[in-house]
């Protein structure tokens, strides 16, 4: 003996075809998991897009220092005031416009005509020299290994950010001796 079907078109047994609770609490957690791993992948994006912000400008600091090597002969030392050496400004997890008119190392660092229009979360050392002077202290960690004797007009570039505010600053280097970037604390 079969079901009978009503004009409706619901069988006789009175029950209609749904999801049951248990199927769709599933349902919810799945998508709850799914959101959570999307949320931390954006997240690190936009955190890793930051300290490509600061690669690139390292780069754009590189191509300017060459440039001014091949006019004059030398590199631009950018940060030479005591007291307040990073450019546009201590990294301390704000966002700063590139020109900072009030600094005192602007007119050394507008020499090197490299902008920002969007400002960056980075404070950026230039530390130039010749081979009579001594290289600038790498304000890394782990301290990469630099030839102890140089024959030829240096620079060192270092950055600093601190992208999370949580005191832990992500480090570049970049120097004319090697075609190195070091990072340091990338995730942070």
Not at 166 to 172: E, Q
């Amino acid at each position: 003996m079969g079901l009978r079907h009503s004009a409706t078109g619901r069988n006789d047994s009175g029950f209609a075809r749904g999801f049951t609770l248990v199927e769709l609490l599933v349902v919810v957690t799945i998508t709850g998991i799914l959101a959570t791993i999307g949320t931390m992948l954006v997240r690190k994006h936009f955190k890793d897009a930051k300290t490509t912000e600061a690669a690139a400008l390292i780069q754009a600091i590189r191509v300017a220092e060459e440039s001014q090597r091949a006019e004059s002969g030398a590199y631009q030392n950018c940060s030479v005031t005591a007291g307040t050496p990073w450019y546009p400004a201590a990294p301390d997890g704000t966002q700063h416009a590139w020109q900072q008119l009030s600094h005192p190392d602007w007119d050394r660092w507008k020499q090197l005509d490299v902008s920002r229009p969007e400002g960056t979360q980075f404070g950026f050392l230039v530390r130039a020299g010749t081979p009579a002077n001594a290289l600038p202290v790498p304000l890394t960690t782990d301290k990469p290994t630099w030839p102890t004797t140089l024959a030829d007009p240096w620079y060192v570039i270092q950055a600093a950010g601190d992208r999370d505010r949580d005191g832990t600053l992500s480090r570049l280097l970049a120097a004319s001796f090697n075609g190195e970037l070091y990072v340091e604390n990338d995730g942070e």
